[in-house]
């Protein structure tokens, strides 16, 4: 057990389950303004951009002002509310955050007092330190205070929407800008959770954008047993189903990969167990290989392995994420060290890290060309 100056599991425990409460507010108990200054306390030891003291905070108390927040919130997230009725029973991913949202939408002047983070300045994109960045962590230390407390809250945005209005009812002056509003309650019961989040492996990237390790490494280098990889992404407009059928062709990447050649089934079925058969090649290289698909979900993942599934020489992975609007077509690859060409490369050279990442540049570079083609054909076709 090393010596740490916290209890690191609880607070890994607020840390962890300091969730956006909306139906377990309960909206009968009240809150007294002492634990809202007491949360402030701790939010303004937060940093700010020159350690310039410009955050102010607005506590809205009064119930015809409350009410008149809970008419703007209304108006502007009226659109959560027909969301919310369309995807009821639906099960569609979003079906929860959506009727939550919509509660909020509809009782948000309930809550005993809305918290308002303002800050002094205006966003001017001149990339200053300052305005947002000088609030964000304030406001979220704000509600970890309130969870600690037995109060819960939401991060809400709505209200920006009409700054002018909320200006003008609340007596905010020119130069300031409001960044949440919490509506602040005791929450009913405090057993929330942690959620799943996509781990840190597939989204950190080491020394260069889009190169991952697949596990910690211990000195921090770069290792064929910590499984590195690469990640190409691209952002398509077009629902997951349009883009599943180009995802799940296996033909389609070699259109635009120098590397690939060609490829073709070697089994009738598609699912997890299948195997197809790619040809590839690399300068003088020229090499065949069985291609094993390890993950099969129909418009969400398609992931393969080469050689061997169980110690694959690569596992090359597409993952199309829902992003409400469009989708988010996601291309990794973790390398092995079955892998026929990239190890015994690195392995013949003294400086085996160097011919990693410039295969990882390579690769990468193919994945891109990859992706913005499937991106070009997706919406080609629909256009
Ligand atoms: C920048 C930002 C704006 C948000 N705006 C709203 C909002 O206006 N209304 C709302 O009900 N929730 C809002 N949320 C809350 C998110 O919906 C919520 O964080 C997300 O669903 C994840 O839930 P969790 O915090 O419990 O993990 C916002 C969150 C962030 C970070």
């Not at 209200?159 to 009913?188: H, Q, R």
């Not at 989204?203 to 211990?218: K, L, N, P, Q, V």
């Not at 469009?326 to 026929?340: K, Q």
Request: with cysteine; proline share 5%; aromatic share 8%.
């Amino acid at each position: 057990m090393t010596d740490t100056p916290f209890d690191v599991a609880e607070i890994d425990r607020l840390l962890t389950t300091t969730r956006t409460v909306r139906k377990r507010l309960d909206f009968d108990r009240d809150v007294c303004d002492q634990i809202i200054f007491d949360c402030i306390d701790i939010a303004e030891q937060a940093p700010s951009g020159g350690n310039d003291a410009s955050r102010r905070w607005i506590v809205i108390r009064d119930e015809a002002t409350k009410q008149k927040c809970g008419e703007i919130y209304r108006r502007n997230g009226d659109f959560m509310i027909n969301v919310a009725d369309r995807l009821e029973g639906s099960g569609h991913g979003k079906e929860h955050v959506f009727s939550s949202s919509a509660y909020l939408v509809e009782n948000f002047a309930k809550a005993p007092a809305l918290v308002i983070a303002a800050i002094w300045g205006e966003h001017d994109n001149s990339g200053r330190p300052g305005l947002f960045d000088s609030v964000i962590q304030s406001a979220w230390s704000f509600n970890l205070a309130l969870r600690a407390r037995g109060l819960g809250s939401a991060w809400t945005t709505l209200l920006n929407a009409s700054v002018d209005e909320l200006a003008e009812l609340l007596g905010i002056p020119p130069g300031v800008t409001t960044i949440v509003t919490f509506p602040v309650a005791y929450t009913k019961g405090t057993d929330f959770k942690p959620v799943a989040r996509r781990p840190a492996e597939q989204i950190t990237y080491f020394d260069r954008w889009g190169y991952t390790r697949a596990r910690a490494s211990e000195d921090g280098g770069a290792h064929f047993e910590d499984g590195p990889g690469v990640v190409a992404e691209v952002d398509i407009e077009a629902p997951p189903k349009a883009v599943w059928p180009i995802v799940s062709d296996i033909r389609f990447p070699a259109g635009a990969n120098t590397e690939l050649q060609g490829a073709e089934w070697k089994s009738d079925e598609r699912g997890v167990g299948a195997v197809f058969v790619g040809h590839n090649k690399l300068g003088d290289n020229e090499w065949s290989v069985d291609n094993h698909i390890t993950a099969f979900e129909e418009g969400r993942v398609f992931e393969w392995s080469t050689v061997d599934p169980t110690n694959p020489g690569a596992r090359w992975r597409f993952e199309i994420m829902d992003q409400g609007v469009g989708s988010r077509l996601r291309f990794s690859v973790e390398i092995g060290t079955a892998n026929n060409l990239t190890y015994p490369m690195a392995m013949a050279s003294d400086d085996p890290v160097a011919v990693l990442n410039g295969r990882r540049k390579g690769i990468k570079a193919n994945m891109q060309k990859t992706l913005d083609a499937m991106k070009a054909a997706v919406e080609g076709a629909r256009a």
